[in-house]
């Protein structure tokens, strides 16, 4: 099967917070996180990904359920695994809930998920949500003990953190290509999905092609700043035409 793009669109809602926080019915809030999705699909996107936070700063509740009800692809919900975002899951019932590692100060999502350290309070989660019928994956940084935990605790899918691959340089560059190689492998030997993400771009992606038996991408930032350019239905396009070069014939 070729290899799936999930688009993340939150960076869409972080361009509309940045302008309309204090007035979100406005009529002029733009842009529009639901255009955003359906152009994705447009350029084919093979899913939709978003992350409601805990403080909301960009994907609103409400884009979730529009997003839901009118963009006719898969939804990856990424959460943090707290009472309130399992509450959501639940009402919206998106395909994939992804758990993800949230700290109020961050940027963006820094590391993974501690699977290892919390397999007690990610149980739970991951059989409420499993019975729901929603694929649970969680987001992990490439290391054999966190691959461990995901098979441990039952979740289906692991997403593994390209966040130091993509910010590393010179030699830590090949080192950490070389974790995720073994990572993935771990995984798959575990039976697990094993999909990617987090600092992905257009022209570091080509590397990443040799990490074995990938299923999917999970792409946000670089997408949204190439859709300035040339739309999101191109953007999309254009990463999706890159993403069929792999496997490398010489992997
Ligand atoms: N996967 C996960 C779990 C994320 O939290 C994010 C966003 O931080 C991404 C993928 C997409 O990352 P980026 O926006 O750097 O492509």
Redesign the pocket.
Known sequence: MSLLL?V?I??VATLRQARYVTMPESPNAEPCPLQAALEARDGGADSI?L?VRGDRRHIQEADAFVIREGVRLPLNL?MANTAPMVALAMRLRPEYV?L?PENRQEV??EGGLDAAGQIDSLGPTIETLAAAGMKVSL?IDPDAEQVAAAATLGAPIV?L???CF?NAVGEAHRAELDRLVAAARLGQEHGLQVNA?????YQNITQLFYVPGLTEF???????SRALAVGMTAAVREMKELMKRYPPKEA
């Open positions: 999930g993340n939150d960076h990904t992350h990424e992804c993800v963006t999502t987001f997403e953190h390209t966040g993509a993400g987090h600092g992905i771009n999970n792409i946000g930032h670089t997408i949204v």
